[in-house]
C-alpha cells in the first residue's frame, strides 16, 4: 500500500490527517509543497487542480483533503480502500 500527502506550510490540517493516519498506524510519503515547485505541480496535476493542503492519494486513489479522509474513515470506507 502506497500512501502520499502533499502538505504545506503551517498547515493545520496536514498535521491533522497525518495524525489520523498515524493512528491507524499506517506510514505515508510526505511531499511537502513548500520546498519544491516541482512537487506542487505534480501535486495539481495529480488532483485535477486542487490547490489545498492536504491532498491525500491511497493507492493513486485521490482521497482529497483532511475534512475527505475523516468522512470516509468515520464511514467506514477508508478501512475498505486500504484493504484493497
Known sequence: MKIDIYTGPMCPY???AKEL????????????IGDDIKI??????????????????????????YDDLYAIDRSGEL?????S
Open 14 to 16: 496536514c498535521t491533522k
Open 21 to 32: 493516519l498515524q493512528q491507524k498506524n499506517l506510514t505515508y510519503n510526505e511531499l511537502y
Open 40 to 65: 506542487m505541480e505534480e501535486m495539481l496535476d495529480r488532483s485535477a487542480g486542487k490547490r489545498t493542503v492536504p491532498q491525500i492519494f491511497i493507492n493513486d486513489v485521490h482521497v482529497g483533503g
Open 79 to 83: 478501512d475498505k480502500l486500504l484493504e
